[in-house]
């Protein structure tokens, strides 16, 4: 349903795409040197830009994306404000280098740490339908780990794309650090295929997906996968029924069914699956979505229920189907029973059951009695399994794929690791020996030290290099 963007921005070259990724390095070999609580503090400011020009920045998705104001500002503005408030609370502790310790006998004086590192810059490809909340995610979480950022917005959504850099240069990073190219496909292609992006984090269809992920592979990048859904909704006999069909109408048809995780597949244990159905398609019939704002005449669309089961395919409009199930095992059984894995919710009163149930789906997340929220949330992991990709953004998990670990041992060198050259039969003996003093258990390890108490000598003669 996206509607023509109302201003045409410039189409980025292809053969341009290296300088901006040039120039974002350049920007990034200063930024990768701010600490991490003064990168903090302009994710701390970014929220507060985000929230000043609110009204700005709403109008723009609404004329880009044809969504209703209610969802660019619940879905958009929540998430980009939540996730800047988020990461700006958390990445001085989750950034702090970490003291590694040993407490294995023969590595007990070393001192070593594991420190997080900027990729670099990264490339961040999205797509049209949440235009704000998705981008801004990515790029926010790229910049505050140090790194810079080539962003493609979908082309549908140019100026909201280009909101982002707006935001995050009025906070205070520094000019240059995100840098945005506008195009369609091919402009994505060439942004996966340049050896000066780290890593990838590509969210839009499976179709497109796959292709990045190949093209990344060829030249060994890594990428992070958000991609489409066809998501289940389960709702049990003792299910509070208002609240479900409510939530299933909320599921199935926000953003006119064209989010990536909207309920597309609703099971209905046997004995409320026709008072559910009757009720949820009433109230579909009520709902009449299409654009708020049109430049031309558009047919609103009208919610569909169908009762039969459709191909294995990501739906991605107004469309949802429901079946009865008979039991928790069939229920887990119809859930799982696609290729995607993306999201899925569970409506029940019985909270063991829904725990148990939430166990057994095999999604990214699961909600109970509730769907969607996390989307907009920093904490929360976000991500798929199966088809629906790979990698999560969000949550701590996602400000890990935005760095290199590195681990980083710093040895007084006092004692000679006895392994080192020359090899000898003795030393040999006192290393088998070794590991069972060290990994034995309970008299096993006093045993073996007796035992082998001369080549034990050895061993420790040659570690103080005597
Ligand atoms: P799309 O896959 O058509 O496009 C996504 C982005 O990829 C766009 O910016 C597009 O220009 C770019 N692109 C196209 N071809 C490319 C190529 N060969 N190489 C590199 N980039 C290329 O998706 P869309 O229609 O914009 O968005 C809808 C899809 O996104 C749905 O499948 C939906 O489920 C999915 N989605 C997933 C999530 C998630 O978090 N998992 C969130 C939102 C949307």
């Known amino acids: 349903m996206a509607v023509a963007a109302p201003e045409q921005l410039e189409r980025t070259d292809p053969d341009e795409l290296s300088r901006l990724v040039a120039d974002a390095r350049r920007a990034q ?26 009204g700005e920045i709403v109008a723009t998705i609404v004329a880009e994306t044809g969504k209703p104001r209610t969802e660019a500002i619940a879905h958009d503005l929540f998430a980009a404000v939540d996730h800047a408030r988020w990461l700006a609370a958390n990445v001085p502790r989750l950034l702090r280098d970490e003291r590694i310790r040993f407490p294995q006998l023969h590595l007990r004086l070393k001192r070593a740490w594991q420190v997080y590192e900027p990729i670099g810059v990264v490339g961040v490809i999205s797509p049209w339908n949440v235009p704000l909340g998705i981008p801004f995610t990515s790029v926010a979480t790229a910049v505050c780990t140090g790194n810079g950022v080539v962003l493609k917005p979908s082309e549908l959504t140019p100026a909201s794309g280009e909101w982002i850099r707006r935001v995050l240069e009025e906070a205070g990073a520094p000019a240059g650090l995100v840098q945005i190219a506008h195009g369609e496909g091919p402009v994505g292609e060439a942004l996966v295929g340049d ?17 990045v992920a190949a093209a990344a592979g060829a030249r060994g990048c890594p990428v992070v996968l958000e991609l489409g859904g066809r998501d289940p909704l389960l709702v049990f006999a003792d299910a509070d029924l208002e609240r479900a069909v409510e939530g299933a109408l909320y599921a199935s048809f926000l953003n006119a069914g064209q989010a990536c995780v909207s309920a597309e597949r609703i099971y209905v244990e046997r004995p409320v699956h026709d008072e559910f159905a009757g009720r949820l398609r009433l109230r579909a019939a009520e709902l009449e979505i299409g654009p708020p704002i049109a430049p031309a005449r558009v047919e609103p669309w009208q919610p569909t229920v169908l009762t039969h089961a459709l191909p294995d395919e990501e739906i991605f409009g107004p469309v949802v189907t429901v079946e009865p199930f008979e039991d928790e095992d069939d229920a887990v059984r119809l859930a799982n029973g696609t290729r995607f894995g993306l999201a899925a919710s569970v409506w029940t009163r019985d909270a063991a059951k829904a725990r148990r149930v939430a166990r057994q789906i095999e999604a990214g997340t699961v909600w109970v009695n509730d769907f969607g929220y996390t989307f907009t949330t920093g904490q929360a992991a976000w991500g798929g399994v199966k088809a629906s990709g790979f990698g999560r953004t969000s949550g701590r998990h996602g400000l890990y794929e935005c760095v290199n670990v590195k681990f980083v041992d710093a040895d007084a060198g006092r004692l000679r690791p006895p392994w080192w050259f020359p090899y000898d039969e003795v030393t040999e003996r006192g290393l088998q020996a070794t590991l069972d003093v060290i990994y ?17 000598a050895h061993v420790v003669r040659r570690a103080l290099n005597r």
Do not use: C, M, Q, Y
């Not at 050896?195 to 292709?211: D, Y």
């Open 195 to 211: 050896p000066g992006i780290g890593k990838v984090f590509f969210t839009g269809s499976v179709r497109v997906g796959r292709l």
């Open 29 to 54: 070999l200063a930024w990768r040197d701010v600490s991490a609580g003064d990168r903090a503090r302009v994710l701390r400011a970014a929220a507060r830009v985000l929230r000043a020009r609110a």
């Open 440 to 456: 034995g258990e309970g008299l096993e390890r006093a045993r073996a030290a007796w035992r082998h108490r001369r080549e034990l």
